[in-house]
């Protein structure tokens, strides 16, 4: 963070008693905490807990999962049910918090949740935001989903914890 978020005045380092030092703005005579965006991410299971839905999303091949941004005034779980709603048209049965992880590339806190859908049908998905998506058994999800990636961390560690 370069510049205050409420003047634009470029911010100098400044030290805080017990936080050392952080962006401050002479202008506003604020300490200016650097800012992240916070999303949701989810294994969604089918009501058995036996299959994983995995998405393809913005023309590409890679299977990821459901994610999506919390939004100002929502909390986390709110956040899990409105996408899980929005993106497949299922309704979230239970929930659990499974990890976190700071994401760098979009400034992006990444709370990654488990959760339980009602149905396992496909009709009602989203087309504007999912180019596809498919159920796959426990461990070909996690043959399938992108190599290498934030998704991949997540459900490796939901998967290594369950077994």
Request: include cysteine.
């Amino acid at each position: 963070m370069k510049f205050c978020c409420e003047c634009g005045t470029e911010l100098v380092l400044k030290n805080l008693e017990d936080e050392g030092m952080i962006p401050f703005c002479e202008n506003c005579g604020e300490y200016r905490f650097p800012g992240f965006s916070t999303a949701v991410s989810m294994i969604v299971l089918n009501h058995d807990k036996t299959k994983i839905l995995l998405i393809q999303q913005y023309g590409t091949a890679n299977n990821v999962l459901v994610a999506g941004y919390v939004n100002k005034g929502e909390n986390a779980e709110d956040a899990v049910i409105r996408e899980i709603s929005e993106e497949l048209g299922l309704e979230v049965e239970e929930m659990g918090y499974c990890k976190s992880e700071y994401f760098p590339k979009t400034n992006t806190l990444m709370l990654n949740f488990r959760c339980t859908v009602d149905s396992e049908s496909l009709d009602k998905i989203n087309q504007k935001e999912i180019d596809k998506a498919e159920w796959f058994p426990l461990e070909k999800a996690r043959e399938v989903i992108m190599p290498d990636s934030l998704a991949k961390r997540f459900l490796c560690n939901f998967l290594d914890n369950l077994l």
